[in-house]
């Protein structure tokens, strides 16, 4: 029963991925309170992010907040950096679904730093690019965003993952749209969404 804890906030993030995301808050949830019962703590974190991310999305706002700033402090106690990395893509989850771009692209860029240092950029344990991009757009970051887009490209071009692939095409538009010219559209070709 020990990695019980473990195994529900994968699955929990697995749901929430799905937009299964009732299912997704109620496994997080099962998970925190399985962690309490068998003393397994160590991913509180990340049922916590998950749990955060789940009410960003859901207009719980300051939920989202309580849960992300917990699951923030207790990766930082544990010196767990890609939980750190969660807990701040579930912030400027938060911030993003409240059109807060400059505070969400804070926190987004915070998860880049991280990402770069850890390895794991554009992985299904921290993704967050996409959002970053949206961030940039809205407020008129149309370089930032292209470069963001420019890396996260490469990143699928490398990778068999094809989440990373499909995860681009909603971003492209929006992308050209904001940056009007032929320079730009010309930066814009088709990305190969094999499955």
Not at 43 to 61: I, Y
Not at 64 to 91: D, F, I, K, N
Not at 94 to 118: C, D, K, N, W
Not at 154 to 159: F, K, M
Request: glycine residues 6%; charged residues 25%; hydrophobic residues 40%.
């Amino acid at each position: 029963m020990g990695v019980l804890p473990f195994r529900l906030s994968r699955l929990a993030c697995l749901q929430f991925w799905q937009g299964s995301w009732s299912a997704a808050r109620a496994t997080a949830h099962e998970a925190l309170k399985m962690a309490d019962d068998t003393g397994w703590v160590t991913d509180r974190p990340n049922s916590l992010a998950v749990l955060a991310r789940v009410e960003a999305v859901t207009g719980r706002p300051e939920d989202a907040r309580g849960h992300a700033t917990r699951a923030l402090a207790q990766a930082e106690q544990a010196g767990a950096r890609p939980q750190v990395a969660a807990s701040y893509v579930a912030l400027g989850l938060m911030e993003l679904s409240r059109g807060r771009y400059p505070a969400a692209i804070g926190h987004f860029e915070i998860v880049a730093e991280l990402a770069q240092e850890t390895g794991l950029a554009d992985t299904p344990l921290v993704w967050w690019s996409s959002d970053l991009i949206e961030a940039y757009v809205h407020e008129g970051l149309t370089d930032l965003a292209q470069k963001t887009l420019r890396r996260l490209e490469r990143s699928a071009a490398s990778s068999s993952a094809v989440r990373t692939r499909r995860s681009i095409r909603p971003i492209r538009p929006r992308c050209c749209r904001a940056r009007r010219g032929p320079a730009f559209d010309s930066g814009c070709p088709a990305i190969p969404l094999s499955t």
